[in-house]
């Protein structure tokens, strides 16, 4: 690992959303191309696989936000400047861009919560306070703004006509024990008289959240095809609950055919322990679709930063979408673009897009113990911030969270997110790859 091969890695996102050209770009000095990248960190440093010095963090204004560079730079000049010919960027985007897209930050940290998962608190992403601030993109802007002063003409929005894109996902985790938790919530509440109604649903076949079509009828109200990731494990594993359902069983599977034939995308939740796993992951991908799937997200978001990546990449999976924290909603890596995950284990960008995880319904109501007016004002302020970002915001909700027994109101908070989400293009999973990398 050096810092050519991050320099390469950047510059393979960066193209995913703007253009250099031809235009040839140096990072560091010495070089004669039109542009050139300070370089702040030498090959020793990327090698150590070392964390920043948070002394010498650098906050400077782009754009009328303040961004991190994590190391520093030369003064209160331009952050851009022009002489001789020659556009300088007098800060080290390369490395700041690196650390939060690769993961690199999480690895140097080494923090982890009970379940093993990289946790928002003691995070750089916490240290910095920029959970909500989608920096790397300001850090392509930067390098995007200097080639247009080499005469590079930006390209346009990845969206078309619309600002920004709006992903809708499913994991299905439940969907036949609506009955049986809905009526301890009835009794909770002193609704019993709601009980017979759910059990009788439950026996002629119907469980309250085996709620499918309604979940695509309130998405293509909004103009959305979404993706539903189904979890092809039952049962437990290490004491961690997967489905309570059964992959091959003749509804679900005509439930699957359903969502495929409404033009949505039926997508692998990965059950838990496949996040290393390449070989369990692509039997369960094949289980949901013998022909495979594009893509999908890891049951309770489990992502090594090292083994996720070549799992995703051996098991044929063409995209994932678990990086998100589950205990605050934001940007973990620091981006709402989509990217190309870094595999450590080969020391270069895998051909597996990442479309980051901005909010999931569980974070909310569950970790951060959000009411629904709070949850909406988070959601509606992580909308704009994409919004102004061009990128996409990605939405877990699951289907139990469209059910009035045991998430009353958190059906009205998606209504209400879809409603906010005004000029969004919205696209799924697999949609988004073929937009930005093809079939």
């Known amino acids: 690992m050096n810092g050519m091969t991050a320099f390469s890695y950047f510059l393979d996102n960066f193209k995913l959303f703007f253009t250099t ?27 150590s696989g070392a964390d920043f010095d948070p002394r010498r963090v650098s906050w400077r204004e782009w754009r009328g936000e303040s961004i991190p560079f994590l190391l520093g730079d030369d003064g209160d000049g331009e952050i851009v400047s022009a002489e001789d010919g020659r556009v300088e960027i007098r800060v080290d985007i390369v490395f700041s861009a690196f650390y939060f897209l690769s993961g690199r930050g999480e690895l140097a940290r080494g923090r982890r919560d009970s379940l093993g998962r990289v946790p928002y608190e003691g995070s750089a ?47 299905i985790d439940t969907c036949r024990r609506g009955w049986i938790e809905g009526s301890f919530d009835a009794l909770k509440r002193g609704r019993p008289l709601a009980i017979p109604r759910l059990v009788s649903r439950r026996l002629a076949g119907r469980d309250v959240w085996f709620n499918f079509d309604a979940i695509m009828d309130a998405d293509e109200g909004a103009g959305a095809r979404s993706s539903f990731y189904f979890l092809p494990r039952r049962g437990s594993v290490g004491g961690k609950r997967n489905a309570d359902y059964n992959i091959d069983n003749a509804r679900v599977r005509e439930a699957m055919a359903g969502i495929e034939r409404r033009g949505h995308e039926v997508g692998v939740h990965g059950s838990f322990g496949t996040h290393a796993d390449a070989d369990a992951l692509a039997r369960e991908a094949r289980s949901v679709c013998r022909e495979g799937v594009a893509g999908g997200r890891f049951h309770f978001l489990m992502f090594d930063p090292v083994e996720s990546v070549g799992v995703l990449s051996r098991a044929g999976l063409r995209y994932d979408t678990t990086l998100g924290f589950a205990d605050r909603p934001g940007f973990r890596r620091g981006t709402c673009l989509p990217f190309f995950l870094f595999d450590f284990k080969t020391g270069a960008t895998s051909p597996v897009l990442e479309i980051p995880l901005a909010v999931m319904d569980a974070t909310l109501r569950g970790y951060a113990r959000m009411g629904t007016g709070e949850a909406f004002d988070a959601i509606a302020a992580l909308v704009e911030r994409v919004r102004s970002a061009g990128g996409v915001f990605t939405v877990l909700w699951h289907n139990t969270f469209f059910s009035s ?11 209400k997110l879809l409603a906010s989400a005004g000029g969004a293009l919205f696209l799924n999973g697999r949609e988004i790859h073929e937009r930005l990398v093809g079939k």
Do not use: N
């Open 21 to 47: 050209g031809g235009v040839a770009i140096d990072y560091g000095a010495g070089g004669t191309a039109p542009v050139m990248i300070r370089r702040q960190a030498d090959d020793a440093f990327y090698a």
């Open 125 to 171: 992403i916490q240290e910095l306070g920029i959970v909500q601030l989608p920096v790397v993109s300001y850090y392509f802007d930067i390098l995007a703004t200097a080639l247009e002063r080499a005469g590079v003409r930006r390209r346009g929005c990845a969206w078309g006509d619309h600002p920004f894109a709006v992903t809708l996902t499913h994991d």
């Open 405 to 415: 027994y045991k998430y009353a109101g958190w059906r009205e908070v998606y209504d």
